[in-house]
């Protein structure tokens, strides 16, 4: 576990984590203060698309992922395309929170951009010293900001298995149990 808690790092759900929101997820953290911490689950679609939420501004069938169960009607996104999408926050090498909502529109229009663009509904926050706690506890796993993991196709499962595996030894020997611990 990284010592530092910082904004653009990714948190990966232990196996044990059996909350239904959170299990077997990939969050990018966003925002981390002592008042709590912020962040979107990137690994999950939601089985909606873009023009399906926004039809009067997009036609686009660009999928949509589930950030969180948390202001689940906000609409958020983070992308790779600093050239194209102007305005972000940056989170992290080659790696942006939001920005011209008005360019993310023309951009999601383009073909090949799903693997430079996440956009995400809800998101997942913290209180005060609620995610260090969990940490502490071995709820989370956390690795520095990885763009590549970040815009990583695949199932939620596959992604977070392959994310999980890739952090050392154990994270390799995590990733191999089946989806509930208790069937162990």
Sequence with gaps: MASLIEPGSLLISMPSML??????????????????????VVNRQLGADLGGLMPDRVSSSFPVHCGGPVEAQTLQFVHRLPQLITGGTR??????????????????????????????LGSSGWGAGQLE???QTGSWRQAPPDADSVFKAGSAESIW????????????????????????
């Design 133 to 135: 706690n969990e940490l």
């Design 91 to 120: 989170l992290g090498p080659d790696l942006y929170l939001g920005g011209s909502i008005e360019a993310m529109l023309l951009v999601v229009e383009e073909e090949g951009v799903g693997e430079d663009l996440r956009v995400l």
């Design 161 to 184: 298995r392959a994310i999980l595996g890739g952090l050392d030894a154990e994270g390799e020997q995590l990733s191999h149990l089946p989806p509930d611990v208790r069937w162990n």
């Design 19 to 40: 909350d239904p929101n959170f299990m077997h997820t990939v969050i990018l953290l966003v925002d981390h203060t002592p008042m709590g911490a912020y962040g979107l």
